[in-house]
């Protein structure tokens, strides 16, 4: 029971990795509030759960949903441990056939969604003086690779949102990054590509669990895997590049 007596609130929990999560997490012995738009969805998962465990329906493409919700669990006067970052969009599509409306959309979530959590719960962890942010990153956001744009771009930007986070806010609170590999939801089963080392959302849960205990900043798994995609960044433009365009015909 690690997370005896502990409040977590999950963003994202209606399904895939962030219902997986849950469904961890409250076998451990939290207590959650579980947000996402799909309210049918996130009482139906509160029912299975072990313990008592709150739904707070959110949009968090919406300012005033996101500054609302924040306000709503600091009026209950019981401090809140862990914020979990899950939230994002992604539809498989080559630059050419882009929804210009649902590209919108996707950087109001997956971007925007995340900074104006952080921006609304800051103070609340202020006045605690604890607290830990985790946001949820993506291999996508490592480099450039065909077919993921722009849902990596937006990986991309929350993963140095989040070292900006980190190196900006006082020590006593907690920032971190998740980085999965591919894990099998809803959102990798509209991929039509190869998917290496794909992991059960139950695996990826038992990770990011894991990790939350932790003090590193990063949390990013299967290693095997996300290694050597961090491994291109490293190498110089010309081989990185000439690697990320032979994968041009898997994309
Ligand atoms: N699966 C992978 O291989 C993989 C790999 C790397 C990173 N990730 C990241 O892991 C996280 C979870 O993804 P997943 O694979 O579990 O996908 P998923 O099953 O589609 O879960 C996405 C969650 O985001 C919520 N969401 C979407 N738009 C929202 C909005 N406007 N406001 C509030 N919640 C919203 C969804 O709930 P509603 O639709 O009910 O709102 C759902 O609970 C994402 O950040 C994703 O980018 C996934």
Sequence with gaps: MAYSGEHIWIIGASSGIGKALAEYLAAQGARL?????????????????????????????????????????????????????????????????????????????????????????????????????????????????????????????????????????????????????FVRTRMTDKNDFPMPMRLEPDVAAKHIARGLLQSGFEIHFPKAFTCSVKFLRFLPYPMALFITRRLREHA
């Design 33 to 181: 509030t579980l947000s996402a738009r799909n309210a049918e969805a996130l009482h139906a998962l509160a029912e299975t759960l072990p313990g008592d465990h709150q739904v707070l329906p959110l949009d968090v493409s919406d300012i005033l949903q996101v500054e609302a919700a924040v306000q709503h669990l600091g009026n209950s006067n019981k401090p809140l441990h862990r914020t979990l970052f899950l939230a994002a969009v992604f539809r498989p599509r080559h630059i050419n056939a882009l929804d210009m409306q649902f590209t919108k959309e996707l950087i109001e979530v997956n971007l925007l969604g995340a900074i104006y959590v952080a921006h609304a719960l800051l103070p609340l962890y202020r006045a605690q003086k604890s607290g830990q942010l985790v946001m949820c990153g993506s291999i996508a956001g490592f480099t450039g690779l065909p077919g993921g744009q722009p849902y990596s771009a937006t990986k991309a930007a929350l993963i140095n949102f989040t070292e900006s986070l980190y190196a900006e806010v006082e020590d006593y609170i907690d920032v971190k990054l998740i980085n999965p590999g």
